[in-house]
């Protein structure tokens, strides 16, 4: 890490006083609850861990917090931030805070939902304090646009974060968990309090660190015929698979061919199933 100037990093009083230049409230519509802690985003950058050399993608930036604590780590540094104020004044508040690294930053104003490409070299790394209303669909969006990303470290609400990295068998193990294994090994990476927001939220935040798999997962079916399963699995999670995969087989007798064929129980439930499970059931309906 290069060694800056420690007061680059935004504190409290400056989250508010620039919150207050630019007349931002912090809406729950987008779900923004700052980070005002510079411990915090040294703690992240150092669990993330980001290298002299990579290339860090930054979704949802708000006041950057983070972004200056990620410019200090990394090579570069891209923000995508939907919101028009924010977006507008981040380039500022970089070019005062990290005159030295400004060159390296570069702002995409744009929804993360939507963005195709990026500025610059291929992204090698992505560090988020996502929301959770748009926190899963977002990180599965960017692994799959993004293959280039290696490693990812997002901070979500904790109940979120619990999903994720979820194995089979655990109760919240579902569609959020099985698709980001199709990409990565996950795993939980610590808590965050809630003291270290403003606003602060009413739940706590976990860490989720995410590496992508050295080799995909071996199938002959592609991803949207793996996900298709997926879904149809966890639509009617009570129910065995038998019954839950009817719709998507064409009949219950169906569907208890594909499972017999894959080596999976028709009486199994999907919250049991490994991604490659789910992947040999895709392949036995082909």
């Known amino acids: 890490m290069s060694t800056t100037d420690p007061d ?19 809406t729950k519509q987008r779900g923004q609850n700052f980070v005002i802690d510079a411990n915090t985003v040294r703690r992240i950058v150092r669990t993330a861990e980001v290298k002299p050399d990579d290339v860090v ?17 990394a090579d570069r540094v891209v923000a995508v931030e939907i919101d028009d104020v924010l977006a507008g004044a981040l380039p500022a508040t970089v070019a005062a805070r990290l005159p030295d690294r400004a060159s390296r930053f570069s702002l995409v104003h744009s929804d993360a939902m939507h963005v195709q490409e990026l500025p610059g070299p291929p992204p090698t790394a992505l560090v988020a304090n996502l929301p959770y209303n748009v926190a ?47 990409y990565t090994e996950v795993k939980r990476a610590g808590s965050i309090g809630r003291n270290v927001f403003w606003p602060a939220p009413n ?12 080799s995909p997962v071996a199938t002959t079916a592609t991803k949207a015929e793996v996900f298709a399963v997926v879904d149809a699995a966890f639509a009617q999670r009570r129910k065995t698979l038998r019954a839950a995969l009817a719709g998507w087989a064409g009949s219950p007798a169906a569907a208890e061919e594909a499972l017999v064929a894959a080596g999976v129980s028709p009486q199994a439930r999907g919250e049991s199933l490994t991604v490659e499970e789910f992947a040999r059931i895709a392949e036995a309906k082909k």
């Open 203 to 214: 739940v706590d935040s976990g860490l989720v660190s995410l590496v992508r798999r050295t």
């Open 57 to 73: 993608v930054e979704i949802g930036p708000g006041l950057g917090s983070l972004t200056l604590g990620l410019l200090e780590a």
């Open 8 to 26: 680059a990093l935004l504190g409290p009083a400056d989250i508010r006083e620039l919150a207050a230049a630019l007349g931002v409230r912090p």
């Open 136 to 182: 899963v669909p977002v990180l599965l969006h960017m692994l799959d646009r993004f293959p280039s990303i290696e490693r990812t470290l997002v901070m979500v609400q904790a109940e979120v974060a619990d999903r994720l990295a979820a194995g089979p068998g655990n109760k919240v193990y579902g569609v959020p968990s099985v698709k980001a294994n199709w």
